[in-house]
């Protein structure tokens, strides 16, 4: 059988364990021919093909439900449930999306973007099923990394205390996140996974007490807990913590042996109340280049398959801000001790890496728990440090009791940077930035600033770094920057809440905030072609708001365009229009950012496109809506 002939996962019933090795051969070249023609996640689904096609052949998809956590590792579980011919559109606009989508297919159980998720909702549909009085299994995968994400342990914690609830948690261990995992879990995960396997041992044991006289085939009570007793002391560590939490534990397995897995999995769906299957994988497998960097190849832009080299762009690119970020934070860090980078399991992603590989004291990475990393932060600040907390703001979404209980309330200044503000592209709605500024802005305590360009946005750290009467946001977006020059050293802090005026107009006020700046400049040029001319302000601060520049000139200009690359409700243009109601200025205001939608995977450049975000697409809505204001002002 190949591949493209599979279109619902329950024809790998009764295949035998060479059918299954071809089709797991398949997946991976097909896995690795998209990715490297169009870009995506790499390692994450490379080591669980077997593992994936092994629990697959034991479950009727036609009832049973598997919760893929994160879902970036379930391109193979996209390949085998109908998406094969179309799996050369992922991630791009109207295609395959890469995470698991509820609409997308009846086999995506539950989507999910960020970790740590898979458990908890695992558990409510098999708390359904009970008590509907239904029959199907349901199966929870999770890797490794995202078991240091407090929310899977509440849900292991929960799960424990209910011994007749039929629940499978599959941990899928790689020792990696997207960055290798710290903390007590993955250190105690290591030790496990060099151990022998405990089921082993406790079959074993089982076997030998059925031998003894009068026994037989079962276990008195008395009997069961001698067993368990006696398996504690052979080995004490091995899976001991979740067995002492509910949980029946299996394993480690290994995660490339199919008839291992077949075996395992069969025997764990026996088991009555709470199970976990310790699966142990290598990420990229099967691709060397990827096995031997897990980290750069966890995901990749398109790149050359027999190299692993990233196919070079067409043109020179600017510098990412990212790199920006990393850099000046470096040149900031190496003359103040007291600052201290955060990161929640984003090392690479953020820039953080370097200043771990410059100054290892002063950097901090938690594991994937955004809430602890911005206590953590909290609690640093208590005693003097400069806590930046550089998280994705699509991320720091899980930690907004902490930003207002632990840090705003107590008016503590932690410096957070919200990497992949705004447009992200391929990752789609879960990884959007879009609701940082509604968020954030509602806080007291809280300052939010965002650059136009890569050279205010090394000012904007120095002026986070800097900021100590409480809390202070950057919002900066996902690649490339304008191309401006940069400074090595010298920055100079801005005046918190003071925006500029770029360009002088009196037809229209266009308010740009952060990225839509230039744009907003593009679109000045433009009507001025057509004879309307625009005052351009960017910003630079969504709070506090610079309301002795903006007011006055929304009063003697009389029409107010905002334009930001977030959400609408609540954002930048809700606070320009808050500003002049406060102020009693009754004047049109245009907002020009994201509506009440949800924006889909799809380049950059082809949502904004579909939002009406681009330059000329402004102008041109500015203009349909001056143009009849301008016509009546000219009638006799």
């Not at 994988?281 to 980290?295: H, R, S």
């Not at 100079?492 to 230039?518: C, F, S």
């Not at 406060?582 to 939608?597: E, N, Q």
């Amino acid at each position: 059988m190949h591949l493209s002939e599979i279109t619902h996962p329950n024809q790998l019933h009764g295949l035998s364990t060479h059918q299954l090795e071809q089709i797991a051969r398949q997946i991976r070249e097909k896995h690795l021919e998209t990715v490297a023609a169009s870009g995506g996640h790499l390692g994450p689904g490379l080591g669980v093909v077997e593992l994936t096609l092994a629990l697959y052949q034991t479950l009727d998809l036609d009832h049973d439900k598997v919760v893929w956590d994160v879902g970036h590792q379930a391109y193979p579980h996209k390949l085998i449930t109908g998406r094969y011919n179309n799996f050369h559109t992922l991630r791009q606009k109207d295609g395959v999306a890469g995470y698991l989508k509820r609409c997308e297919s009846k086999f995506d159980h539950f989507g999910a973007g960020h970790a740590s998720t898979s458990i908890s909702a695992a558990l409510g549909m098999a708390l359904a099923r009970d008590l509907k009085g239904e029959k199907y299994k349901v199966v929870a995968v999770i890797g490794d990394g995202a078991l240091t994400g407090g929310m899977a342990l509440e849900a292991i914690n929960h799960a424990g205390h209910l011994p007749k609830t039929n629940l499978m948690v599959v941990l899928n261990d790689n020792e990696m996140s997207i960055s290798p995992n710290v903390g007590a879990i993955p250190r105690y995960l290591n030790k496990m996974r060099l151990s022998p396997p405990m089921q082993f041992l406790s079959d074993n044991l089982e076997e030998q007490f059925k031998h003894l006289p009068f026994v037989g085939e079962s276990l008195t009570p008395e009997l069961q807990r001698v067993k368990e007793g006696m398996k504690r002391l052979a080995v004490p560590k091995v899976g001991a913590v979740f067995e002492e939490l509910g949980f029946t534990y299996m394993g480690p397995v290994d995660g490339h042996n199919l008839e291992e897995l077949i075996h395992t999995f069969t025997q764990a769906h026996k088991i009555q109340g709470p199970v976990l299957v310790h699966v142990a994988t290598i990420k990229g497998k099967g691709y060397a280049i990827a096995e031997k960097d897990q980290v750069g190849y966890h995901a990749q832009s398109p790149f050359d398959l027999a190299t692993g080299k990233a196919k070079p762009s067409n043109k020179p690119k600017p510098a990412d801000y990212s790199k920006v970020f990393a850099h000046t934070l470096v040149k900031l860090a190496e003359n103040d001790p007291k600052i201290v980078g955060i990161t929640a399991a984003m090392a690479t992603g953020t820039g953080l890496d370097k200043l771990q590989q410059k100054l290892p004291k002063q950097y901090i990475d938690v594991g994937i728990a955004e809430q602890h990393a911005v206590t953590l932060a909290a609690g640093l600040a208590c005693e003097g440090m400069r806590p930046v907390v550089a998280i994705y703001s699509t991320f720091l979404q899980r930690a907004f009791d902490q930003i207002v209980h632990d840090v705003c309330i107590q008016k503590l200044p932690v410096f957070f940077c919200l990497d992949r503000a705004g447009i992200v592209g391929a990752d789609g709605p879960t990884h959007q930035g879009m609701y940082d500024i509604a968020y954030l802005r509602c806080i007291p305590n809280m300052v939010l600033m965002a650059p136009k360009d890569e050279a205010e946005f090394q000012r904007m750290i120095v002026t986070g770094v800097n900021y100590t009467d409480g809390a202070i946001a950057l919002r900066y977006p996902r690649g490339s920057g304008q191309g401006v020059p940069l400074m090595e050293e010298g920055w100079e802090p801005l005046p918190i809440g003071k925006a500029e005026i770029l360009r002088q107009g009196d037809d229209v006020l266009l308010l740009g905030y952060g990225t839509m700046v230039y744009p907003a400049m593009q679109a000045a040029e433009i009507l001025s072609e057509h004879g309307i001319e625009a005052t351009v302000v960017n910003a630079r601060f969504a709070k506090p708001l610079d309301t002795e520049l903006i007011v006055p000139l929304a009063q003697q200009i009389g029409r107010v365009v905002t334009l930001e690359e977030g959400c609408l409700m609540g954002g930048f243009g809700s606070a320009v229009a808050e500003a002049l109601l406060d102020a009693d200025v009754a004047v049109p205001i245009k907002r020009l950012g994201v509506p009440d939608v949800l924006v889909d995977h799809a380049k950059p450049e082809q949502s904004l496109s579909s939002l009406g975000l681009t330059g000329p697409q402004i102008a041109d809505t500015i203009r349909e809506w001056v143009a009849p204001v301008a016509v009546e002002a000219v009638r006799p």
